[in-house]
């Protein structure tokens, strides 16, 4: 076992100089009744200290289930890692045995639910809820535990924190809920914190606030961030790099920049279309024909040439690769798409897109 997990002594003291968390061609699926539900087929990314990873895609792309297979949430049966590797500083999580493994979670991985009223228990205080971590983790008193609390909720901006102490989730409005979702997520000083669609149900504003705290929060503790959501425009100031899912797999890796400005996939291109934009009132917006594929049963060849509007016929019949493409800002840029290099030189918001012609490949261009 790597002594930077099982150690007590806090994680600074030890200097690591690559990724925090990698997770590597990470194969899952869920043996049910119905069949083999395969949920992912190959996912990998990375994440440093102080920098933040977004995921994006459809409900369904398997997201949150790599969040969950991270840190070990994942009942099996029903489900399995088939194969990859999820390691924190160098060490191989999936070896260890379910002890060790909940010695990581809280501690050095933390995560931020999806929803904050069924994550927290509506029969005890949030302050109870938050300090019980620490008694039991850090071994604090009651008395101890809950000036922490304190701290913590002052930190992520609940007004009234002391009076706040004693209320129940009920009590508290969807905004301050998902605060000491964070404030609880945060009470082990983690190095990596993962937030699962953190402003899911919350208006525009709200959505901001809490987005501008992760941030402040990221920079003050050099944390490293990963990001789950589905919408584009609320990692745009936040996110460092863009990881693009697409049923049970990263179809597209790029740094923020080289995403937005030039998107490499057909999926990625059609995320971005479907947002609204200030330039194109009273304009029809477009959308992504079709569903995302079921995991029980997916297509031949690229998983998305049902909905594609340039699929040609070796998109039916293979499955395409990471193709490395050059970045604005930095290397390893990649997207699962025969025809990378032709999509990403074309405009975002292509007017003529969707008229297809036949190509001397045979295909639709």
Partial sequence: ?????????????????GPLLEVEDLHLEFRTRAGVVRALNGVSYQVAAGETLAILGESGSGKSVSAQAVLGLLESPPAYVTAG???????DLLPLSPEQRRQVRGKEIAMVFQDSLSALNPVFPVGWQIAETLRVRR???KADAMRRATELMDLVRIPAARQRLRDYPH???????????????????????????????LDVTVQAQIMELLAELQRERNM???????????????????AVMYAGRVVEHADVQSIYAAPAHPYTRGLLESLPRLDQ????????????PSLLELPSGCPFHPRCRYAQRVCVEQIPVDQLLPAARSEGRTSACHFAGEIVNLPVADETAGRSTTDSRGGLW
Avoid: C
């Fill in 1 to 17: 076992m790597d002594p930077h997990i099982d150690s007590n002594e806090p994680h600074r003291l030890y200097e690591w100089t």
């Fill in 85 to 91: 590797r999820i390691r924190y500083r160098g060490e």
């Fill in 139 to 141: 071994g604090l008193s």
């Fill in 171 to 201: 009590q508290f409005s969807g905004g301050m809920r998902q605060r000491a979702m964070i404030a609880m997520a945060l009470a082990l000083d983690p190095p990596v914190l993962i937030a699962d669609e953190p402003t899911t149900a």
């Fill in 224 to 242: 490293a961030l990963i990001l789950i959501t589905h919408d584009l425009g609320v990692v745009a100031d936040i996110a460092d790099r863009i």
């Fill in 281 to 292: 009132k009273g304009h029809r917006l477009p959308s992504i024909p079709g569903l995302p």
